[in-house]
């Protein structure tokens, strides 16, 4: 019997072991141009540069048209919804990497037993009624800690990490996309402002 126990303690512990190295469905992998029927490259590529092109506005020289950038990065509503989805996607990213570890948790608790009669000291009250205060008493402290761990016996829960990993990373180029569709659109108008103003100075 006993062997047999071990037998089958054996078994369930390989399989769980092969399950656990399975995972849900495919790795994921982008479609190359050839598949999507698309153009490898859309420009020629760039020579290196060290330049910093942050701020790039800033090449114009115009303290104007930079405090417009900058205002209307810090105020716009889109940029501002663009930021509130990368911190909920980031936040998204915390909480499925949490799972991939376990929980512990621990508890404390106190009680005190006081003896009211018996064991202490005793006193008569005016009416002649002998009272015992009890001079007896314990403490109790109690400790307790346990922890808990979610197995993915499929690969769930590494898949969910990857997904919430992809989608933060998305909403990352969400974000510098808004960003620079404002700051780009910022000096477009600021610049046909600036045109037309000079065509009804030279008009005049």
Known sequence: MARRSSFLAGTTLAAAALLAGCTVGPDYRPRTAAELGVPDAWSVPAAPSTEDLTH???RF???VL??????????????AQAVGRLRQ???????????????????????RNENLRGGGRSFTLPDGTV???????SNNFSVGLSASYQVGIFGEIRRTVE?????????GYDYASVLLSVESETARNYV???????QLANAR
């Open 56 to 58: 790039w506005w800033d």
């Open 163 to 171: 997904s919430s990993r992809a989608q933060y990373q998305g909403a």
């Open 61 to 63: 020289d115009d303290p």
């Open 131 to 137: 009272v015992d205060t009890g001079g007896g008493g």
């Open 89 to 111: 996607a980031r936040e998204a990213l915390v909480q499925s990497r949490a799972t991939l570890f376990p929980t512990l948790s621990g508890s404390t608790g106190y009680q």
């Open 66 to 79: 930079g405090r417009l950038v900058v205002a209307a990065a810090a105020t716009n509503t889109d940029v």
């Open 192 to 198: 046909l402002a600036r045109a037309a103003q000079a």
